[in-house]
């Protein structure tokens, strides 16, 4: 049994391996992990799911996870946006769902050390950011959706964030395997610099509190602007010792949104709040060691009234950053290579601002 992570005071090793057996309880013999039992599966939070087996040394359920993604890939390298029990419930492809598998494979080598695992998934990765890579706007964008007929022309700045960041895993796997892949590193510069420099490429949905923390999750900000930023929308979206509001309009937290923000302060070095954040989403907590999705504080209710298989994981992702357990604990804050997206990019703006 490997080292399983714990954060004193917060969560035990024994806790943090019962919210793993939670998610494995919900995996379908074909290897999907759906939101839980009878519910849908995404292709970006079984993903996740898989990350979280990962790292709590379920490997065989996480590899059927893996290998369940790489049977289900189109010919054109994306996924459907939608399963359930093994049926398509919707068929049109969303970039940042189909991106995220370069995330999984890379923290899956960087877990256990598996090159052969990571080599035999490379086929499904290069495919899967073929497709998002070529859904790039004029101004470095990454459009979110494709249907069989059509792409939306409309790009989200949280997609779009995680995006940059599964580009950079990508690389890192192709350096590990020598495949070199040029045409990524420009993407990811293009990509990371408008979402440094150009906010006006991204549909506004500022009253979300993902589009807040992801550009810093995910690397688009780091250090001192880093920190500005969260500074900048702390007190809209942080309630006491709760968590966060997934939206600044309503009294409603949820687990998963206070988790990714915690692994994006342990990004800035915020080791304090970060621990006070995961400390404040265990009210969410059942007996089983699964996690309600979120709680509306106005009336104390969970609401949705569901236990979502990826609110564990999340958790159990923020469990291994700060607690700096496993191989992979550094997935968002030291373990892709870094793109220098202020001088290394032909763009007026750039001139501009020397």
């Known amino acids: 049994m490997p080292d399983l992570p714990a954060v004193p005071g917060i969560l035990t090793a024994a806790q943090c391996r019962q919210t793993a057996e939670s998610i494995a309880a919900e995996q379908e013999s074909d290897g999907a992990l759906p ?38 890939q189109r010919p054109d390298g994306s996924w459907p946006l939608q399963f359930r029990a093994g049926i398509v ?41 073929d497709f ?9 964008e990454i459009y979110w959706l494709r249907s069989a007929s059509a792409v939306l022309p409309e790009a989200m700045l949280t997609g779009s964030s995680s995006m940059f960041h599964a580009l950079r895993c990508a690389l890192a796997l192709a350096e590990l395997l020598a495949d070199p892949q040029p045409d990524w590193e420009v993407a990811a510069l293009r990509l990371g610099h408008a979402l440094r420099y150009h906010p006006e490429s991204f549909t506004e949905k500022d009253r979300y509190s993902m589009d807040w923390y992801y550009p810093v999750l995910c690397g688009a900000y780091h250090g001192p602007d880093g920190t500005d930023r969260i500074a900048s929308r702390w007190t809209d979206f942080v309630v006491g010792q ?26 800035l070095g915020d080791h304090h709040r970060a621990h006070d954040l995961l400390a404040s989403m265990q009210h969410l907590r059942e007996n089983d060691g699964s996690y309600w999705t979120g709680l509306v504080y106005a ?55 020397s």
């Open 35 to 72: 939101w839980f039992g009878g519910g849908h599966t995404e292709p970006w939070d079984h993903v996740e799911n898989a990350m979280a087996l990962t790292v709590t040394g379920l490997l065989d359920e996480a590899r059927a996870a893996y290998e369940w993604s790489a049977r289900t």
């Open 89 to 129: 419930e919707d068929a049109h492809a969303d970039t940042n769902f189909c991106a995220y598998i370069a995330t999984g494979v890379w923290h899956y080598y960087l877990g256990t050390g598996d090159r052969s695992f990571a080599a035999t998934m490379w086929p499904t990765v290069r495919a899967a950011i």
């Open 132 to 140: 998002v890579t070529a859904m790039q706007g004029p101004n470095g």
């Open 242 to 267: 709760i968590g966060i509001r997934c939206v600044d309009d309503r009294p409603w937290v949820t687990g998963a949104e206070t988790c990714e923000l915690a692994l994006a302060l342990d990004t």
């Open 299 to 353: 009336d104390g209710k969970h609401w949705p009234v569901e236990r979502t298989t990826w609110t564990g994981a999340a958790m159990i992702l923020a469990t291994d950053a700060l607690s700096r357990t496993t191989p992979a604990n550094g997935i968002f804050r030291d373990s892709t290579p870094s793109i220098d997206i202020t001088t290394g990019f032909a763009c007026d703006c750039v001139g501009s601002r």
